[in-house]
Structure formats: C-alpha cells, structure tokens
C-alpha cells in the first residue's frame, strides 16, 4: 500500500530531476558567440548570476549578466531596448 509519505517523496523527486534538468547550460556551439544581455527571461542559455542556476533561469529581460548562443560575428550587432550585445558580460 502507498502512503501519502511516499508519494510526497516521489512528486519531490520527480520535481527536482526535472529542474536540474532545465536549469543545464546549452550544449557548447562551437559555431555561435555567447552574447551577454540579449535573452528574455527565462530564455537564457547560461550564467544568470546569483540566485540563479543557469539555462532558462534569468529573472529579468535583458540581463547583462546572462548570455545567449547567436551566430559567430553578429552579437555586438543585436540591438535590445538597453542597448546592444556584448561578448563579455554587461556591469550594471
């Protein structure tokens, strides 16, 4: 017979796999830039600083300390309404 106890473990387990799944970095490309503080919330592919985990765990739009992949050579091009992309992350 299940017991309420087990179950809660399961569904706890289950939910941690899956968010340490989601929270990963993107597989390395090797093809692409990371380009800091282009990403919509959640969007990120890593380093979304304190308080965060990594992939898809950005807080804000735009964060100058979260990356994203784009192609080789376009990142400074990418313009965002707090300005444009920068291969190093953005203080501030």
């Known amino acids: 017979m299940i017991t309420t106890k087990y179950v809660v473990a399961a569904a706890a387990l289950a939910t941690f796999a899956a968010t340490a799944a989601m929270a990963a970095p993107a597989k390395p490309q090797p093809n692409a830039d990371k ?11 890593c380093a979304a600083g304190p308080g965060t985990s990594c992939a898809g765990t950005s807080k804000r739009d ?3 300390n979260s990356w994203k992949y784009v192609a080789k050579g376009t990142c ?14 953005i203080v501030g």
Do not use: E
């Open 76 to 89: 400074a091009s990418i313009r965002t309404p707090k300005g444009h992309g920068s291969l190093k992350p």
């Open 35 to 45: 380009c800091y503080g282009i990403s919509l919330a959640g969007k990120n592919d």
């Open 62 to 64: 735009y964060a100058g």
